[in-house]
């Protein structure tokens, strides 16, 4: 689309929820519109304020605007990375999209692995932006801009998550519950704003309780809603997701997912994520979506953001654990705490004791250092990176990405408490490397539908940023301030129940019987030698530990699925772009 | 004493094998008898279950849950003398 005097020219992928307000406000300053449509809003907000434009917009973004009478080419992405954009340059050519395989399209760029970005989401579970799993191909990072003129290219940070907390008092508690709901209503309200039915998602969890309960107060309608369930009983949620369909009156449809189905759409969901996963959680995810796309909708409210601007992970519950372990380190009861950690997780419940201790153990340098509360994931996934081959680990010797996380970490950051700080981390990396995008935006968009996240409008979550760890985690009872916002909204026994985080069943979809051909293929001592990025002994010995059924540890079924993710995007984006 | 500390040996090579092939996946690492398999990273929060698995289809053994712990599963050294104290008291 241009402006009506051919100035400005867009490309947009994504929503402006607020654009009714934006578009009166630049009609009243006399721009004009031919359309009643958000892209138009773009091109005039930009034309009015210039790049500083991005922080009027409420919504979900990635755009490109050329300007040609500054002969510029403007670039920015939403403040939490919902919608992708990527970009790479050649010889004489500034090159962006929604997808790496369009830029892939082009012969001029080549297809290789990033080993550090591959070695980074084997540590983080997802490369630090603007890396990602393609060598020269950038993913522009959330809340950033970037522009292009007379061949020079400048990122600029419009937008970054702050954590500067007012300790409210347990008086205030009542009156900032209120303000959350109200933040909420509004968020919803805007994001239901579509020429299209809009459904939601409903797992069961207290989050897409919420956002669906905010959705049939605000549309009287009968409400569409969506899930997943599964054969394996350690993963479903089906007697919640029923209970919250009942209680709030929605029009349920549900998809059973095996193990199976998951080894089978597997290699769709590499395609479309376009990066190594070590988790196979993103396949029901592409699953659920071709359930809405089949039902025909296009358009999905979910309670993504929940847990990471209000308190909801066990990440931030194992934190505070450890942090009050760490402050008498003798204790010996503080540890057993520790016990209340992951209950839906049968193998670590069976942990004995000591072991336990050992995994989340404290020491004087983890309590000063700035990744705390990550250090034990981040070192249990690293261990992964044993699987790469020599030729992988002699090319990444000398790459160090605690250095290079810690170099993008903020100044304030130095100044927030362990809690502030594991919220930061999870916000800033992992929800747009990983949540948002393998397991959001790309396994939604594969259906061609859009997911729309109330908790993580900007005013939400710059509300929630100011909010006291107390009031987001009330000793250990995660997400407290938002239960308390939506009593009576949602069924009191979704309220009450423990956190149960999506997951999806791992390594074993892909042994027995029913196993699709691909998997032997890949994971096969020839090919694991021609791509030459694992070492093919062990991933032999990782393979005949899964056929054998003797594998019970978490790093094991990480290894695998990281594993074969990346054979599966060599096989796909590489080695099938060579041979056509 | 001397065949006490020669089933201690072979104690300790079995051991050795089933980390290798079970935690290490064949590949080489220095690894000491005496050395922590906690601290070394070899075996992950859950792996020590798998080593109580092998320990008891391996030697028809039943490992008792207090027996689960760092003083008898955290080095191939203290593995092995903790198998040769079971079977002994067992025979």
């Not at chain 2, 008898?72 to 002994?88: E, F, Q, R």
Request: aromatic share 12%; net charge negative.
């Amino acid at each position: 689309m241009g402006t009506i005097d051919g100035r400005l020219w867009i490309t947009f992928n994504g929503e402006i929820f607020n654009f009714i307000e934006l578009r009166e406000e630049l009609a009243a300053k006399g721009h004009s519109f031919a359309t009643r449509s958000d892209t138009e809003v773009i091109l005039n907000a930009y034309r009015e304020y210039g790049e500083d434009c991005v922080h009027r917009f409420n919504g979900q973004w990635a755009f490109g605007i050329w300007d040609t009478d500054r002969r510029q080419l403007f670039l920015s992405r939403d403040r939490m990375g919902v919608r992708p954009l990527f970009y790479t340059r050649t010889k004489n050519r500034f090159l962006f999209a929604s997808e790496i395989k369009a830029l892939l399209a082009c012969p001029e760029v080549s297809a290789e692995i990033d080993l550090q970005g591959l070695d980074q989401i084997f540590t983080f579970w997802a490369t630090l932006p603007p890396r990602t799993a393609f060598k020269n191909i950038w993913h522009l990072p959330p809340g950033c801009s970037l522009t292009v003129a007379n061949g020079q290219v400048r990122v600029r940070q419009y937008w970054s998550a702050s954590y500067m907390q007012a300790e409210q008092s347990s008086s205030d508690e009542g009156v900032l519950a209120d303000e959350l709901l109200h933040l909420l209503e509004d968020a919803t309200r805007i994001r239901l704003r579509s020429d299209v039915p809009v459904g939601a998602y409903l797992s069961g969890g207290i989050d897409s309780t919420v956002t669906t309960a905010l959705v049939r107060k605000i549309a009287q309608e009968r409400l569409r809603s969506f899930s997943i369930t599964f054969e394996d009983t350690e993963f479903d949620e089906k007697q919640f997701q029923d209970e919250a369909s009942r209680f709030l009156g929605t029009q349920h449809s549900s998809i059973s997912c095996s193990n199976s189905d998951i080894a089978n759409v597997f290699p769709d969901v590499i395609y479309h994520a376009e990066q190594p996963v070590i988790r196979t959680a993103p396949a029901p995810m592409f699953l659920l979506s071709k359930l809405v796309h089949d039902a025909g909708f296009k358009v999905v409210l979910t309670g993504e953001g929940a847990d990471e601007v209000l308190g909801g992970y066990d990440i931030f519950k194992e934190a505070k654990i450890r942090w009050f372990w760490g402050r008498h380190l003798e204790s010996s009861w503080r540890p057993l705490l520790l016990r209340r950690l992951y209950p839906y997780m049968e193998s670590l419940q069976r942990q004995p004791t000591a072991y336990r201790q050992h995994f989340f153990r404290v020491t004087a340098a983890d309590l000063s250092s700035p990744f705390f509360s990550h250090l034990p994931r981040w070192e249990l996934t690293a261990r992964i990176k044993a699987f790469f081959s020599a030729d992988v680990r002699a090319a990444l010797s000398g790459c160090d990405d605690m250095k290079e996380i810690a170099e993008m970490l903020p100044p304030s950051y130095e100044s927030w408490n362990y809690f502030a700080r594991a919220e930061y981390l999870e916000t800033k990396f992992l929800l747009p490397g990983y949540i948002l995008s393998s397991q959001g935006d790309r396994m939604a968009m594969a259906h061609s539908v859009e997911g729309r996240y109330p908790f993580l409008d900007c005013r939400v979550v710059e509300f929630a940023s100011k909010l006291s760890p107390k009031l987001k985690m009330k000793v250990l009872n995660q997400k407290h301030l938002l239960k308390r916002a939506v009593d009576g909204l949602i069924p009191a026994s979704i309220s009450r129940r423990p956190k149960q985080p999506y997951r999806a069943p791992d390594g074993k979809c892909f042994f027995g019987n029913s196993a699709p051909d691909y998997v032997p293929e890949l994971l096969s001592r020839r090919v694991v030698e021609e791509i030459g990025l694992f070492d093919p002994t062990a991933v032999s010995a990782l393979v005949a530990k899964f056929q054998a059924q003797r594998v019970t540890g978490i790093r094991d079924n990480m290894a695998l699925v990281g594993v074969l993710s990346t054979q599966l995007l060599v096989h796909q984006f590489i080695n099938q772009r060579i041979e056509a | 004493m001397h065949s006490e500390m020669a089933g201690q040996a072979h104690f300790q090579r079995d051991v050795r094998n089933f980390i290798v092939n079970n935690f290490l996946f064949g590949q080489p690492l220095e690894l000491q008898a005496d050395e922590s398999l906690l601290r070394k990273g070899v075996i992950d929060s859950t792996g020590v279950l798998e080593l109580v698995a092998f320990l008891e289809g391996e030697y028809g053994i039943k490992v008792e849950d207090d027996e689960v712990v760092p003083e008898n599963l955290d080095s191939i050294a203290s593995v092995a003398a903790y198998l040769a104290k079971k079977l002994s008291s067992r025979s």
